[in-house]
Structures are given as C-alpha cells and as structure tokens.
C-alpha cells in the first residue's frame, strides 16, 4: 500500500486547512485509515481515524470539534477548522487492519509527512 498526502501549509491561528490522502496499491477495503501528527520533540500523535466504510470515526481529545475525518473509498481527507499554534506539526496518513487503531503499532503503511505550521 502506497499512502500520498498532501494539502499542508502555513495559516494563521484560527484559520482552517484541509489535508487529504490518497491509497494506491493492494485493496483497502478492509484497512482503516487514520492521521497522526508528529511535533517537533514530541512523540508521534494519534489525530483520527475513519473505518474501512468512513461510517464510524474516533477523534483525539485534543482535536474533537475541530477537525473532521472523510472517507471515500481509498482516499481520506482531514477538515482541521478554528486551527491553533498547537496543532504546528507534520501530519501523517497511515492505514491499519484493525478497528479504530490509536497507536503507531497498529498501522502497517505510513505516508510521506506534510507540515502544517500555525501562527498566532
């Protein structure tokens, strides 16, 4: 599984930013895809996941009401609204064969990193 993300950047606090992923390769019907997030210092962030459907999705506390998961089929996007400096970090799409998977360990294909860097 191939996992390409894209649609980082930089905004002002506040401001909203959409990041999409798109899976190519084996079929991914059965893989949830999820978000993490890595600061800078910190450990890899478990941000949302969307199951193989995109009918049920799981939040981090952090981000619950502000950033929304989609799914369609072998793409997933992330909504991330009323951003803040916090959220600063590179955002990662990764699949899992398991059901609402939060940690690292737990997913088996990672993408390439896009940055999003808020201001205030």
């Known amino acids: 599984v191939q996992l390409q993300a894209s649609g980082g950047g930089s905004v002002q606090a506040g401001d909203s930013l959409r990041l999409s992923c798109e899976a190519s390769g084996r079929t991914l019907s059965a893989y949830s895809l999820g978000w993490f997030r890595r600061a800078p210092g910190k450990e890899r962030e478990f941000v949302a996941v969307?199951?193989?459907?995109?009918?049920r999705t799981y939040y981090a506390g952090s981000v619950k009401g502000r950033f929304t998961i989609a799914r369609d089929n072998a793409k997933v996007s992330l909504q991330m609204n009323s951003l803040k400096p916090e959220d600063t970090a590179v955002y990662y799409c990764?699949?899992?064969?398991?059901?609402?998977?939060?940690?690292?360990?737990?997913?088996?294909?990672w993408g390439q990193g896009t940055q999003v860097t808020v201001s205030s």
């Open positions: 969307a199951s193989w459907s995109g009918g």
């Open positions: 990764a699949s899992s064969t398991l059901i609402y998977p939060s940690r690292p360990s737990e997913y088996n294909y």
